[in-house]
């Protein structure tokens, strides 16, 4: 993933997936990828760095209630 890239994010409390966010950075952490990610509904950078198993590609919407 890129910056500028829309995400979701692992919830901590509850492990649900949370929309809303956007990659800003890429951040090599004791050799390993770790990111910065901001709210896009105010513009803040979370203060914590996620691991790549707290993030995704944000899902498009589907118009079916299923899916």
């Known amino acids: 993933m890129n ?10 409390f509850d492990q649900r997936w949370a929309r809303g966010f956007e990659l800003v950075e ?3 952490d004791a050799g390993e990828d770790r990111y910065r990610i901001r709210r896009r509904s ?6 914590a760095l ?3 198993d707290d993030i995704r590609e944000e899902k498009k919407k ?6």
Do not use: H, K, N, T
Not at 3 to 12: D, F, H, L, N, T
């Open 3 to 12: 910056p500028g890239a829309r995400v979701e994010v692992r919830a901590r």
């Open 26 to 28: 890429v951040v090599q």
């Open 42 to 47: 105010d513009g803040s950078v979370l203060p």
């Open 50 to 52: 996620f691991i790549d």
């Open 62 to 67: 589907s118009s079916m209630w299923w899916v």
